[in-house]
């Protein structure tokens, strides 16, 4: 089943011109692997590439350039052996897989309250990308955004005001959103998220918390 | 509706492909000569100094007769391939991160329910209509499209650039690709 909750079209751009910091591109290109129609869009981003690249003035070379490439043909290539996937990780996308290392229960997990913790993949010092684990029936407290925050859904699904999420699916959310999501289904939620700046907790026992977080 | 740029650009696909069986410098050579200088100036324009942009557009070229045999004409064009490959490079040696990308081989990819009878010249005329969409651009979106290849924080590099509030960025760019789709017609929903 394709998604129904897509990332922007600007974001979709960004990644197909190499321009997103590699926490946000993670979350992209492992939406692409669930989103057939999303891929079709980066396919055409690529071609828009391909035409820029071929309408660009050449620039001036080495004179030797030519001869000194041809002369590296024959040399061998560096191998980059592909790695088995371990069958714990055969359910994820491949461009995540690589940053899980041997399966989740390896990872860094922290536990944030009760039937929630978070692991964190990649700081890119521009973006954040984490895992979240969220038990069956838990509503995260009511959090705002400094900055963006997505969100893919892995595994089960939430829903928040703006609709229901489930595998595939991008949850976006900015500075003005505010959002209360609640894990549904009878399956523990995990979801990929990215965020660009501190996630800030809003009502009484968001501002408690927030200390402890470290969101 | 055929000219001299288009004849290029189908010859230099062909070329691409016909490395896939037989390893031929001379062919090599050829798509050196168009697309190095090319990859040396798209560098250029992401601020990387004459020297490193040289030296990875040689790199890049190497990638490509490394690669030729994944090269598959129903997929992309050479530019297209080539440009990825310059894209991708790029972000490894001066950005220092991985690219994150889907492997078409991957067994948890969500296959596309009703594939598009893919062919070579399925590709070249998709190619071609984006082509025609960007050259139909209005200025102000067009600035931003091709901004954004040329940007390492897409859209608040583009705005400060260009004196504009983030959002008529963004705004400008699905703007821009709303209307790219609509001319080409093949999109995802």
């Known amino acids: 089943m394709s998604a129904s909750f897509h990332p922007s079209d600007e974001l979709l751009v960004a990644y197909g011109a190499g321009s997103l910091d590699e926490a946000t ?140 999420y489930r595998r595939g699916d991008v949850a976006s959310a900015d500075g003005e959103t505010v959002h209360r999501p609640v894990v549904e289904g009878g399956e523990t939620c995990l979801c990929l998220t990215v965020t660009d700046a501190p996630l800030y907790l809003t009502g009484l026992l968001g501002r408690l918390m927030n200390p402890f977080l470290k969101l | 509706m055929h000219d001299i740029v288009e004849d290029t650009r189908e010859a230099m696909t062909a070329a691409l492909a016909s490395l896939v069986q037989e390893r031929d410098q001379q062919v090599f050579a050829r798509l050196f000569r168009f697309y190095a200088p090319r990859i040396k100036t798209y560098l250029r324009k992401l601020g990387t100094d004459d020297a490193m942009a040289e030296e990875l557009a040689q790199e890049a070229m190497l990638a490509v007769w490394r690669k030729a045999e994944s090269f598959d004409p129903a997929k992309a064009t050479a530019g297209t391939w ?69 940007e390492d924080r897409p859209h608040a590099e583009i705005a400060a650039r260009l004196g504009l509030p983030l959002g008529t960025v963004k705004s400008r760019l699905r703007l821009a690709l709303k209307r790219i789709r609509a001319q080409i017609g093949d999109f995802g929903s």
């Not at chain 1, 992209?28 to 391909?50: N, Q």
């Not at chain 1, 959090?143 to 963006?148: D, F, K, L, R, S």
Request: proline share 9%; with cysteine; hydrophobic share 45%.
């Open chain 1, 25 to 164: 591109a993670l979350l992209v290109a492992t939406h692409l692997a669930l989103c057939p129609c999303c891929r079709d869009v980066v396919e055409k981003v690529e071609f828009m590439g391909g035409v820029m690249l071929d309408d660009l003035p050449p620039s001036d070379l080495a004179a030797d350039a030519l001869a000194s490439v041809l002369n590296r043909l024959e040399s061998p290539a560096p191998r980059r052996k592909a790695a088995p996937v371990p069958p714990a990780l055969a359910a994820f996308p491949a461009p995540l897989r690589t940053y899980l290392g041997s399966g989740l229960d390896g990872l860094p997990w922290q536990k944030l309250s009760a039937g929630m913790e978070q692991a964190v993949l990649l700081d890119t010092g521009v973006a954040r990308a984490r895992l979240f684990r969220i038990a069956e029936g838990v509503a995260i407290p009511e959090h705002g955004h400094e900055g963006m925050e997505l969100s893919l859904v892995l595994q089960g699904a939430f829903s928040d005001h703006a609709g229901h």
């Open chain 2, 82 to 150: 080539i440009f990825a490959i310059a894209r991708n490079l790029r972000i490894d040696r001066l950005r220092r991160e991985r690219r994150p990308e889907i492997d078409p081989d991957d067994p948890a990819l969500v296959e596309d329910p009703a594939p598009r009878a893919d062919e070579v010249v399925a590709v070249e005329q998709s190619e071609r209509k984006v082509r025609a969409a960007l050259a139909g651009l209005p200025p102000e979106q067009a600035e931003v499209v091709a901004l954004s290849f040329y």
